[in-house]
């Protein structure tokens, strides 16, 4: 049986946030063909976090600058290796290379960030996004992220283009994989209330995390 070992930011929130429910998606579509998963995170758990023991995925705290996590990592010897954003990569990336040179290292980047980082400056400064905007810190950092692995999922197709037509990057580098979602039935759709019928919105999100919030205002003082 292959062993994919899943490294986390964060333990999987899946009822707190969009990020965790892709994390489990991902969990549950190797599982669901016949593979062993581990998960590996530095961060302390939640209220909110999933109880990963019975979902048949066994847990393993480990430590931020530690060398205790290439030991770790050497005697679990996994085929995949798949990090929760290219920070987890640039911190534990390089330990994989070193203890488990022939696994596999995937990036699941959730979010293009660098994309987010450019879009929020153009905010800030109450301007329209540029292209310029992404010449960043960010892009540099994820980019290099993104070269280091072997594989790369993008959630969305608009930053699969902005990769390989803005950035140059290979698209043999990158995987389209969107949020694994059941597909809506017609029976659902044709019970939804007319739109004509419909007023207001409502938006729900965790204001703590500026994207949300940014979007809410300009749906409100914008659209």
């Known amino acids: 049986m292959q062993q994919i070992l899943f490294i986390g930011k964060v333990w999987p ?3 707190s946030s969009a990020a965790g429910s892709r994390t489990l998606q991902l969990i549950e579509l190797f599982l669901n063909r016949g593979y062993q998963v581990a998960f590996a995170c530095a961060a302390n758990e939640s209220e909110f976090s999933s109880n990963l023991l019975e979902l048949g995925i066994q ?3 480990i430590q931020l600058n530690n060398s205790s996590f290439n030991e770790f990592v050497k005697q679990l010897n996994p085929h995949f290796v798949i990090f929760d954003r290219f ?4 911190q534990f990336g390089w330990r994989v290379a070193e203890s488990c040179p022939n696994a596999m290292r995937v990036l699941d980047t959730i979010d293009l960030h660098c994309l987010r980082e450019a879009r929020h400056a153009a905010i800030r400064e109450q301007r329209e996004f540029n292209n310029a905007d992404l010449f960043n810190e960010v892009a540099k ?5 993104i070269y280091r692995c072997d594989l790369t999922l ?5 930053e699969m283009e902005l990769l390989t037509n803005f950035f140059k990057i290979d698209s043999a580098y990158l995987h389209y994989t969107p949020f ?3 597909t809506l039935k017609n029976e659902d759709v044709s019970n939804w209330t007319e739109y004509e019928n419909t007023e207001d919105f409502i938006s729900i999100g965790n204001f703590l995390h500026e994207p949300n919030w940014d979007s ?3 749906l409100k ?3």
Not at 154 to 158: A, N
């Open 141 to 145: 950092r994820e980019i290099a992220s």
């Open 59 to 61: 847990p393993y705290p």
């Open 180 to 182: 694994l979602l059941n």
């Open 216 to 218: 809410v205002l300009y």
């Open 154 to 158: 993008m959630i969305s197709s608009f």
């Open 221 to 223: 003082q914008v659209i």
């Open 13 to 15: 929130e899946p009822n």
């Open 87 to 90: 920070t987890i990569e640039e």
